[in-house]
């Protein structure tokens, strides 16, 4: 039996023509959302509306199928699910600590992953989210810095950590009100992976999501931006989100902070501390945070207390010590509990409050600090199975 010889015509593929992705409505500010809905041809009198009842679906009650949204046409609903999507990031891995912190490995677009972490206390909980796929700052202390940066995340994946723990965590209210009459995250803190105020226009929009008070409805006051001291971008994260502010500080000098927190070279102590001077807001109810990491014979001398105190005089503020928490690798080692102690009596004795960090979700690597995508472990650590 003869067979037609292949020839390059005969080779060639009919043309698939792509799905078109779907936007995700997540993370948009409520004037995106509504020129969105106008781009596929929602009537420009209702678009207002209709971004109204949309936001109160997503941000109030979580809700994730358009065709659930039982206020809107039905028509409306086929339509606006042709064109859009409020899917969540895949959670990879969830790891609960012995003390009920909860850490999130989530797959974002590409195949990367970032990490979110939840942390329960009694009377509050505590989010940590991420802005960036790894770190541009390479902080000698910081497991996370030792992850390369590969991209800003979007304002809709920033939101999304938040979506996604609220999922998990049964939060979304039923009938108006939170399942076991109360909130569980009550907090959240911009401390995860990443520089926030590199990433500032969508860690902007995205908190702006999150404060809404017809969504997820966070108060500015209960969110807290961490940054290691960007110092252009510090006053407008006052004026164009409002939230309080955390310095990652860790050194009294300049020699010692170049190395901890490389940053400090472009911008040092006097330049950064003349600049929070300036930060909106700033008072005795809302001071500014010093995190302040205690590594063994570097910074937590009594000289270095003194030191921090002299610094940030004038500036209304709390110093957070934060014992270091150990990652494979480490140059540095913690500071004993007694000289943690002596620290924070001289710190107290100046009027300033500074509680000692307990640290949480050690056993999950979720503690201040150690944050670092798995997905390079995970692969390094199928490439030996393979090899083996």
């Known amino acids: 039996m003869s067979t037609a010889p292949i020839t390059p015509e005969t080779r060639i593929m009919p043309r ?22 106008i781009a596929i041809g929602t009537p420009v009198k209702q678009a207002k509306m209709r971004t109204s009842q949309l936001w ?13 949204m039982t206020n809107l046409a039905k028509e409306f609903r086929t339509e606006i699910g042709a064109h859009f999507t409020v899917e969540r990031p895949e959670i990879v891995a969830l790891q609960v600590s012995n003390d009920g912190t909860r850490k999130y490995l989530l797959r974002i677009d590409g195949g990367h992953e970032v990490e979110a972490v939840y942390i329960p206390d009694e009377n509050r909980g505590t989010l940590c989210i991420s802005s960036q796929v790894g770190c541009t700052l390479n902080c000698t202390f910081c497991h996370t810095g030792t992850q390369k940066l590969v991209r800003n995340l979007t304002a809709g994946e920033i939101v999304a950590q938040v979506m996604v723990a609220r999922d998990d965590l049964e939060e979304w209210p039923e009938n108006g009100t939170p399942k076991e009459g109360r909130r569980r995250i009550t907090n959240v803190v911009l401390m995860g992976m990443g520089e926030p105020l590199y990433n500032f226009e969508n860690v902007r929009d995205a908190m702006n999501v999150v404060m809404d008070n017809e969504g997820i409805s966070i108060s500015r006051r209960r969110i807290t931006l961490s940054t290691s001291g960007v110092v252009p971008e510090i006053v407008r994260a006052g004026e164009e989100i409002g939230c309080l502010l955390a310095i990652s500080f860790h050194a009294t000098t300049d020699e010692v902070r170049d190395v901890l927190v490389p940053i400090n070279k472009k911008w040092n102590i006097e330049t950064l501390l003349d600049t929070l001077r300036s930060y909106p807001r700033l008072s005795n109810s809302e001071r500014i945070t010093f995190e302040y990491v205690m590594l063994k014979d570097v910074n937590d001398s009594d000289a270095d207390a003194r030191r921090l105190v002299r610094l940030i005089s004038g500036i209304p503020a709390k110093i957070n010590l934060i014992p270091f928490n150990p990652w494979p690798g480490s140059p540095y080692e913690r500071s004993s509990w007694s000289r943690i102690e002596a620290f924070a009596e001289i710190i107290n004795n100046a009027g300033y409050a500074s509680p000692v960090r307990t640290p949480r979700g050690e056993d999950i690597m979720a503690a201040c600090g150690q944050l670092k995508s798995a997905s390079e472990k995970l692969r390094k650590s199928a490439l030996k199975k393979g090899t083996s």
């Open 16 to 37: 698939i023509e792509p799905v078109p992705e779907k936007q995700s409505l997540l993370g948009l500010t409520r004037e995106g959302m509504r020129e969105a809905l």
């Open 56 to 68: 109160q679906w997503i941000y109030q009650k979580g809700e994730q199928d358009f065709g659930a």
